[in-house]
């Protein structure tokens, strides 16, 4: 049994009859668009967005209706979310298949992001579940402000540590945070201790994006993207923002002016590599990581020890320690 699968097993029976009622509710009378929607179904990723809801709402109480609406709410956000990346990136593969837009091109791929919004929202409503809805519509607000900050310091190229994790915080870890918090909301915890699940997702999400960056510098990425995908789109990420501070003004320069040029050349890209393993930006960030997750698994200190709390502590040490 992998680690993922043990940590799904005390939700076993909830992920199965979620994978049954997200299926449902998928559904269309559009020909093209289940054609499309069956595609993305049968390539779903580890789906640690609904293992998480779940997992919470069982924590705190006894999953049900409305946790099964969260969860698909979330999901459908989430896939639209990468097809939209995917429009935006101009990337062709996803998870090792190819993209919705490599396949359908480009209008489609954006016509499908915008359906799956709107049926998450649809099904909020026609289930009543207004401050779900609330919730998810504050991380959609929050996840394109990142967006958009990212794109903004991608153009001037001088990013500072507060800035990154601002972007981070927003553009990753708040859909994180939804989850755990939708979770809570589900099974009609106090406003309380839905911002307590709040905050653990939080830093569990800032904890998993800079996972996702580190994962980046690997030769072989096997995380659904290319490797050094963020070198090549001129992303300045926690390893590289922290080498830049260490070095002198002259290196900074030169590697800032490699960042502005072509950034298909594997030789500078090999460069610059170099430059961040020498000022040890990849320690650096896989420190301030674990020091992220240490945070959301204190967040948990305050549960009894049994089966949920245990795969809540492992899935927080799954997300630093995977390896895709």
């Not at 939209?84 to 359908?104: L, T």
């Not at 959301?296 to 200190?301: D, E, F, P, R, S």
Request: glycine share 4%; aromatic share 8%.
């Amino acid at each position: 049994m992998s680690e993922l699968d043990q940590i799904k097993e005390p939700i076993s029976s909830e992920l199965k009859q979620f994978e049954t009622y997200f299926r449902d509710v998928m559904k269309t009378r559009v020909p093209l668009l289940n054609l499309v929607i069956n595609y993305l179904l049968r390539r779903k990723g580890k789906q640690m967005r609904p293992i998480l809801v779940f997992l919470v709402a069982k924590l705190l109480g006894q999953p049900n209706s409305s946790t099964f609406t969260a969860a698909a709410l979330i999901e459908m956000l989430h896939t639209a979310t990468l097809v939209h990346d995917d429009v935006v990136d101009e990337s062709f593969e996803r998870r090792g298949f190819f993209s919705i837009n490599a396949i359908w091109k480009s209008k489609v791929a954006v016509l499908l992001g915008d359906y799956l919004l709107a049926k998450g929202l649809l099904l909020a409503i026609q289930n009543k579940e207004y401050e779900l809805l609330n919730l998810v519509a504050d991380a959609v607000k929050e996840m394109s402000e990142g967006e958009l900050m990212q794109i903004r310091n991608t153009r001037k190229l001088n990013v500072s540590q507060k800035e990154y994790f601002e972007i981070i915080r927003k553009k990753t870890a708040t859909l994180i945070s939804c989850c755990s918090s939708c979770g809570a909301k589900s099974v009609g915890m106090t406003d309380e201790v839905v911002r307590e699940m709040q905050k653990f997702g939080e830093l569990l999400g800032i904890a998993f994006q800079i996972k996702d960056d580190l994962l980046d510098y690997q030769i072989n990425s096997i995380t659904g993207k290319p490797a050094g995908n963020d070198l090549k789109e001129s992303k300045l990420t926690l390893p590289l923002i922290y080498a830049l501070e260490k070095a002198d003004p002259q290196d900074k320069k030169h590697i800032l002016r490699l960042m502005h040029s072509n950034n298909n050349d594997q030789k500078k890209m090999t460069e610059i590599r170099a430059f961040i393993n020498k000022h040890q930006g990849l320690e650096y960030a896989s420190d301030k990581m674990t020091e992220y997750a240490d945070l959301a698994l204190i967040k948990l200190k305050s549960y009894p020890e049994n089966e949920i709390s245990l795969s809540l502590q492992q899935f927080v040490r799954y997300t630093i320690y995977r390896n895709k």
